[in-house]
């Protein structure tokens, strides 16, 4: 494919050289500040390098005048302070967008100088036709081969908003279809900052009916928005085949038919391609980021397939705190399980003597190792000082000698002295049948002695209750009596020992 070459009066002529090393060729397109050049180097070794140089020519403030030094740009009387300030802001817009050549949807900035009173800025050439002259040369696009050509240049032009740099030109004339399959954004002779202050720089010569309503005033306010207006006027245009309503007429009266009257389905696309052309700028959206995301995202639709995802992404959300509680419980045993090993290295190592905060030195093994022995050696200590007992485990003499001593005091008293004598063989008698018990539950295997321990038991129980009728009714038995009862009380309990020990206590 080859661009329209075309040659005007307002154009320099064919082998003018710029720089002492550019060669215009024709010309290959013109716009409201200026002209678009083909040309080649001057002394390259090969004439197919290709450039394109633009040159600042705004027709509205300036015309060219030839003489002796060539074909000047020069301003008209009364506007000279436009036609500078037009230049410096086309020059530092330059400047600017050398910056990006990294992005391949925007055409490369290769050199920028000054000369026949007028700037020129020389770029990559892209061989190709424009949009419009594709168009028109064949027939629109589908929606779906103008988003696969239309989406990479939002991107790129994004990009270049960042920086506070608008376009403020795009239309289908400055979209170049190169022979890569790619559209190329030329021409930004019309760039400009977004809060530029000079009204006279906004005046442009505008692209009918891809112009949004602020670029008509100079009071308008430009932004994002607006290159969002030309780039979906151009959306339009390659869809339908038909340039929209110019705005300013919308303005009055808007009747431009919306893109489903051109399709007999439409898409989510083509509303948004709609809402970009909204003539007022609040109305569209903002920035070509959102315009590009609304564009290539479909919005939620809320229909019975719908419905069921999210039923099931309903139902799989009430499992997850089962597992999570599942997790949380695995988690909690094994840090359960972690702590009371670490507790039982803990214990071990004190056990064994280690130095560990808040372990006693008295729970270490050498502590009670030593605690032991002293509480055995106590044991030893108190067995020695016991009374030795007989082999009935009786205590032969603690308890004999304690009867007969009282036997003896007994028969020496008083008859005053009954009742303190009858306590004293009652508490006496209550000594021996216990010892006596002892020794009867020792010697199990012995049944004469089971024997013997019955009938003392029967003959002290007799006794004492004897003792304990006349002392009630008053008794006044001398104490010689009283005393030969307590001693035959005596025999009789001692009966019922064994015989080598009773002949042993007697003797």
């Not at 400009?192 to 692209?207: D, Q, S």
């Not at 315009?291 to 419905?307: G, H, K, T």
Request: glycine letters at 6%; hydrophobic letters at 30%.
């Amino acid at each position: 494919m080859e661009q329209n070459e075309h040659q005007t009066t307002r154009a320099l002529p064919t082998g003018t050289i710029l720089s002492h090393k550019y060669i215009i060729n024709n010309v290959i397109g013109e716009g409201g500040f200026g002209i678009t050049y083909s040309c080649t180097l001057k002394n390259a070794p090969s004439s197919e390098t290709i450039y394109a140089v633009k040159e600042y020519y705004p027709d509205n403030a300036a015309h060219r005048s030839s003489d002796k030094n060539g074909y000047s740009i020069q301003p008209y009387i009364g506007k000279q302070d436009i036609f500078e300030k037009g230049k410096k802001h086309f020059l530092r817009e330059a400047g600017i967008l050398s910056k990006f050549s990294y992005l391949p949807h925007i055409v490369s900035i290769n050199d920028i100088f000054e000369e026949n009173g007028t700037i020129y800025i020389v770029m990559d050439y892209i061989d190709g036709i424009t949009l419009k002259q594709y168009v028109e040369d064949n027939e629109p696009l589908t929606i779906d081969e103008l988003s696969t050509l239309i989406t990479p240049v939002m991107r790129d032009i994004s990009e270049i908003h960042k920086s506070g740099l608008l376009h403020r030109d795009i239309s289908p004339d400055n979209l170049i279809l190169g022979t890569d399959n790619m559209l190329h954004l030329i021409d930004f002779g019309s760039a400009g900052y977004e809060n530029v202050g000079e009204k006279e720089l906004k005046t442009v010569i505008l692209k009918s009916g891809f112009a949004p309503p602020e670029q008509y005033t100079a009071a308008g306010k430009a932004g994002a928005w607006t290159d969002v207006y030309g780039i979906c006027a151009t959306m339009y245009y390659s869809l339908t085949g038909f340039i929209p309503n110019e705005s300013i007429l919308r303005l009055q009266k808007d009747d431009l038919p919306s893109l489903s009257d051109h399709f007999a389905t439409s898409s989510w696309k083509t509303d948004v391609i709609m809402k970009g052309l909204n003539l007022h700028p609040a109305d569209r959206y903002q920035t070509m980021d959102e315009l590009y995301q609304a564009f290539v995202i479909p919005p939620v639709d809320i229909n019975s397939e719908m419905r069921q995802k999210l039923t099931a992404v309903k139902y799989s959300k009430t499992v997850m705190p089962t597992m999570n509680s599942l997790h949380s419980k695995i988690t909690l045993l094994r840090i359960g399980i972690a702590g009371i090993a670490v507790l039982l290295i803990y214990a071990v190592l004190g056990f064994c003597g280690a130095s560990l905060p808040l372990w006693s030195e008295s729970w270490t093994y050498a502590s009670l190792s030593e605690s032991l022995e002293n509480e055995n050696e106590t044991t030893t200590d108190n067995s020695s000082d016991l009374t030795k007992t007989d082999s009935y485990g009786s205590n032969i003499d603690s308890v004999k000698p304690e009867g007969k001593s009282t036997t003896v005091k007994n028969a020496g008293s008083k008859a005053s002295d009954t009742n303190t004598t009858n306590n004293t063989t009652e508490k006496t008698t209550s000594t021996q049948n216990n010892n006596v018990m002892n020794s009867s539950s020792i010697q199990n295997n012995n049944t004469t002695t089971e024997k013997s321990t019955s009938t003392q038991n029967k003959n002290t129980t007799a006794k004492n209750n004897s003792s304990t009728t006349t002392k009630n009714a008053g008794d006044t038995t001398s104490g010689k009596k009283n005393s030969k009862k307590t001693t035959e009380q005596e025999e009789d309990i001692f009966i019922s020992m064994p015989d080598d020990e009773y002949d042993t206590f007697t003797d």
